[in-house]
């Protein structure tokens, strides 16, 4: 059984600086390329959360997956991006979500063609089953939606008629940006399920719980309720539900 909760510092995070084999300055959460830490393989279904910095005129070719679940959430910049479903090149900015299910296999490039740099979160998530058909969505979520309140950007085969986006695997994630100190955001965390709350930007009050600073992030598997609250003047975060294992 997993603690109540265990903070991971942005310290504590392997953090690569970009060079030629790799164009991004990435901070990894979990083992992944070349950070191998056997206590940090996942937490639940999440196997992968990345926080990339792609360097201009950089980026990730074209490259496959398969069996896997694949959200990319953009923070700063603009991203290129192009996938073998739908063959089509488009470039995103902030706001935007990309939801993929890799299933039986698809590939895709991620490209920063600007002049400036373009931070993104790439977060994989392990599927329910493997194999079956593939899918590329992508939408893009103005400020309003999720200024100091809680916005539902995907969701899973149970609410999909109900979330903008969904993957395959039984998860939900969730985006706020707090701007107003008076505001108060509740998150509500089901008996039988865990979180994964990263603080993307600023620093965010979890009212029980440690202060979150940019980068910082909280595994969480107690159950009741949340309240964020705002630390400064803006943050920023993310958080990723899911069945408790």
């Known amino acids: 059984m997993?603690?109540?909760?265990?903070?991971?510092s942005a310290?504590?995070?392997?953090?690569?600086p970009s060079s030629s084999m790799h164009p991004a300055n990435t901070r990894f959460h979990f083992s992944f390329a070349n950070y191998y830490n056997p206590t940090r393989m996942n937490f639940g279904a999440l196997r992968v959360l990345n926080d990339d910095d792609v360097t201009p005129h950089s980026g990730f070719g074209r490259h496959p997956h398969r069996d896997m679940e694949i959200v990319s959430?953009?923070?700063?910049?603009?991203?290129t991006h192009w996938d073998s479903v739908t063959n089509v090149e488009e470039t995103i900015g902030r706001g935007h979500v990309q939801a993929i299910s890799a299933g039986s296999?698809?590939?895709?490039?991620?490209l920063n063609k600007q002049n400036d740099?373009?931070?993104?979160?790439?977060?994989?998530?392990?599927p329910s089953k493997k194999g079956g058909p593939v899918r590329y969505h992508h939408q893009q979520f103005e400020l309003q939606e999720r200024e100091n309140k809680l916005l539902h950007i995907v969701g899973n085969p149970k609410n999909k008629n109900t979330s903008p986006l969904y993957l395959n695997s039984d998860v939900n994630l969730y985006v706020s940006e707090l701007t107003d100190s008076r505001a108060i955001v509740e998150f509500e965390l089901q008996p039988g399920r865990q979180a994964y709350i990263n603080c993307i930007e600023g620093s965010i009050n979890i009212e029980g719980y440690p202060l979150l600073n940019e980068r910082d992030s909280l595994e969480l598997s107690a159950a009741g309720k949340i309240n964020f609250s705002l630390q400064g003047s803006h943050a920023h975060f993310i958080i990723i539900e899911m069945e408790s294992h």
């Open 2 to 8: 997993k603690a109540s909760h265990q903070k991971i």
């Open 11 to 16: 310290s504590e995070l392997y953090y690569l």
């Open 73 to 79: 959430y953009i923070v700063k910049g603009q991203l």
């Open 105 to 110: 296999g698809i590939s895709h490039s991620e």
């Open 117 to 126: 740099w373009c931070r993104f979160l790439q977060i994989w998530i392990m």
